[in-house]
């Protein structure tokens, strides 16, 4: 869905009128006209009320265009319900609410996280834990929480 349908479904879903959502988001009911036409859309600062009004993602408001990975652990973020949050209940797109909640990471280093997914991450291949470990560590590389 696009952000249009996205702000239309979430409005009508909660019951609803265009004043109110106008109201909630501190906005003309015009500027929530031209969200659910497609003509604008939300600043950054609505999005962020709007994705507490709604208990939603700002990328699920924007329609999900964007494939998100938890950057501790590398999990695709589908849903907002694995999305991890911060103290005040906003969403960290970042990650995902095993490896960060409450303003707290799980793992506090990557050894940590290495020795969790050695014990509990399937081995098909039945390689040894020192390759499986060297795998891991070369795809957490990668994420922005591990970069050195």
């Not at 106008?22 to 009320?49: F, H, I, M, Y």
């Not at 494939?67 to 991890?84: A, K, N, R, W």
């Not at 797109?93 to 799980?106: I, L, M, N």
Request: net charge negative; hydrophobic share 30%.
């Amino acid at each position: 869905m696009e952000c249009k349908e996205v702000l239309k479904s979430l409005r009508e879903k909660h019951g609803m009128t265009q004043e109110q959502l106008a109201d909630r988001a501190c906005v003309s009911r015009q500027a929530v006209s031209r969200w659910e036409t497609g003509e604008t859309q939300p600043n950054t600062d609505t999005l962020k009320l709007l994705s507490k009004e709604f208990d939603v993602s700002i990328n699920t408001l924007l329609g999900s265009p964007r494939q998100m990975v938890c950057q501790c652990c590398g999990m695709p973020l589908f849903e907002d319900s694995s999305i991890s949050r911060e103290p005040d209940g906003s969403f960290n797109e970042e990650y995902c609410k095993w490896c960060y909640a409450d303003g707290t990471f799980a793992y506090q280093s990557k050894e940590a996280l290495l020795d969790f997914l050695l014990g509990h991450m399937p081995n098909p291949d039945n390689l040894s834990d020192e390759e499986r470990r060297s795998q891991f560590d070369s795809q957490l590389s990668r994420l922005k929480h591990w970069r050195q």
